[in-house]
């Protein structure tokens, strides 16, 4: 059985405990407390957890009452019984949404029985969870969504970024943690699941490379599971990246982002006090960390997800773009198409910025593509896959197609050979035009094909369509003015 199919299995017994009024989200932490035990038999380290609430005595427990009270005991119970701080932050301030024992049992049963390996004994278990949050976020009342970006973006960024063995990436604003997660996967299929590296080098990759913090509680404990699923001993904090904490998170050879929209609560400012230009405005404030916590070696990169405002809001807005294009060489903007997000009118974009060695004057032009104008409409019939990124690669590498991009981050990001790249939606703004239009980055968007469309704009259409007969009118009256004149 493939992941995909047993992940649509165990999304699918949700249906049975809508009766227990058990939501999707709920569920999907349900699983997470479930899974964990499944997974502490699977990869061997039952001995941090009480013999009594061991993976095999919860599916041979004959009684259901008995089996769902001592799950419930175990819920309570397990932080303060653990030696292990993994198991510790998977189960903090857990509890049961289940009322009725015979569903505990249902899904107990129903994981017992699945094969988590693949023919070729590849552990799909991460897979499995990955493919579950996905459809987590894809359900609309969960508002799961705003923690999941989609996947296709996610390894686009990061093919783009090409992280290095022995690097320090961070996601600011983990989500459920797929960032790191698939920046781990690049390297593991570039270094044979990390068995060509020696072991402090793969100790590193599997404890030290990748980190992330993340404000929500559910999303936190879900980012955890995710990151053990995957092999993946990283740091994943429980905190808030725009307090005091987040001036700890510095020195980064990359990040990779996606911040949450909107403002602080009560349009309060940060609480931390090394931002420049403080505002309400939290994108505002993560793109501001996330270019200060990079390394000033020429070298540190960052792909960011940010909405449009980020790119003209004036004020702050404005000194803040000014100084990510002094810190840094803001090289590319890729304008995302709408709709790819869990709120369709959301107009996204990803910045791709290099942190320099000096303070001043580091971005000379930006490269714009735009995926959004005259764009299809992505949703269930039309999939948004890494295959509608094709011309973007092609455009920000400078002629490398998708599918071969293998060269370092320094060598994709090339002014010669992109400007040899002929596309109406691939356009180079220099830093003066920029600094013009008093450092708004609301640019590189070609013309709309619907505006030239009668169908579409209807009223101004027809206004002109009258404007044109009259001038037509007027020319043929002067030719016989002028005809009777001769």
Known sequence: MSAEEI?????????????????????????????FLKLSEVKKFEEHIPEEYRWQRFVKEHDNAEAFLRYRKFLAEVSAMTTSDSIKEIYTDASTSLRKPVNFNTLVQAIDKLDWYEENDRDVMGDIYESLLEKNAGEKKSGAGQYFTPRPLINIMIDLMAPKVGERWNDPAAGTFGFMISADHYLRSKYDNYFKLDEKERKFQEEEAFSGVELVGDAHRLALMNARLHGMESRIYLQDTLTEFGKSLKDFDGVLANPPFGTKQGGERPTRDDFTFPTANKQLNFLQHIYRSLKK??????????????????GDGQKIRRDLMDKCNLHTILRLPTGIFYAAGVKTNVLFFTREKTETNNTQNVWFYDMRTNAPSYGKRTPFTEKAFEDFVLAYTGGIPFDKVEADYDGLVNEKNRAKIKDERWNRISRADIE???????LGLIADSSLTNS???????????EALNELQSITEQLNAMIKELN
């Open 7 to 35: 992940a649509n299995k165990l999304w699918n017994l949700c249906n049975v405990l809508r009766d227990d009024g058990v939501t999707y989200h709920q569920y999907l932490n349900e699983l997470t407390y479930i899974l």
């Open 297 to 314: 070696d020429g070298k540190a990169r960052a792909a960011v997800v940010l909405p449009d405002n980020v790119l003209f809001e004036d």
């Open 436 to 442: 013009k239009k008093s450092y708004s980055l609301d």
């Open 455 to 465: 169908d579409d704009l209807g009223e101004p259409i027809d206004i002109a369509k």
